[in-house]
């Protein structure tokens, strides 16, 4: 099955407002999570990540939360921007292990 | 300038023929992959490849062979190809695990199989 899953396959807000994408894990092992950002005919490129030791780590707007419990994280934008429509990619692996799998993507669209 | 190039962007082929998809990364990383995403399907690990060896397969197909003539080479040969093989095919590098450091995209390789 599906090691990673985003439940949302679209998102749309008005610009300034906070947004929170979610996405849900199967393996236990895992202990790095991570949220990309891909724009369309463009390569995913990582936009925040998160180690298990931590449930919670800030980049500006950019607000990863992690539940190990619950095996779900969550991104968490503020002030958002017209700029941050884009497909996110939530991805989780394991330590030493080469392989990190993806969600399905959220299809974000900030209106003006 | 891209630090990761694949080529080419976009590939039309035929049933039952071959390909090569090409990736080069200039960011000195000593590990490459690479992925695949299909219509409808998350982005799915294919290869992984250390230091010129090969580290990890997810594909099932023989069909599907790596081949890394320089360290920093990473290609994709593809045999009698299929149409579900249509997918866009991005190659990947990092420093270390990607676990442990920043895995970057080239921008993909979109293969048409008709």
């Given amino acids: 099955g599906q090691q990673v899953k985003q439940s ?14 979610n996405c849900d894990y199967e393996n236990d092992m895992f202990d ?51 700029e941050d429509t884009a497909v996110y990619l ?13 969600g399905d993507g959220t299809q974000l669209v900030v209106k003006p | 300038d891209p630090k990761i190039i694949q ?19 200039y960011l000195g990383h000593n590990a490459m992959y690479w992925y695949r995403q299909s219509a ?12 010129q ?12 062979q790596p081949q890394s003539s320089k360290k920093n080479h990473l290609d994709l040969q593809i045999t009698a190809l299929k149409p ?9 590098s990092s420093q270390g695990t990607p676990s442990a450091e920043t895995l970057y995209f080239g921008s993909g390789t979109r293969l048409t199989v008709l």
């Fill in chain 1, 8 to 21: 949302s396959p679209s998102l749309t807000v008005q610009e300034g407002g906070i947004l929170i994408l």
């Fill in chain 1, 32 to 82: 790095y999570f991570a949220w990309y950002k891909k724009y369309p005919d463009n390569s995913p490129t990582l936009l925040i990540s998160v180690r298990s030791n931590v449930d919670k780590r800030e980049d500006g707007r950019f607000t990863v939360f992690l539940n190990k419990s619950g095996k779900h994280f969550s991104l968490h934008i503020t002030a958002s921007q017209p």
């Fill in chain 1, 90 to 102: 939530c991805a989780a692996g394991a330590s030493g292990n080469n392989r990190i799998f993806f």
């Fill in chain 2, 7 to 25: 080529k080419p962007k976009y590939l039309v082929a035929v049933t039952g023929s071959e390909k090569i998809l090409i990736c080069e990364q």
């Fill in chain 2, 40 to 51: 409808k399907k998350p982005l799915e690990f294919m290869f992984s490849y250390s230091y």
């Fill in chain 2, 53 to 64: 060896k090969l580290m990890d397969n997810q594909t099932a197909s023989s069909r599907f």
């Fill in chain 2, 84 to 92: 579900d093989d249509s997918a866009t095919y991005f190659c990947a």
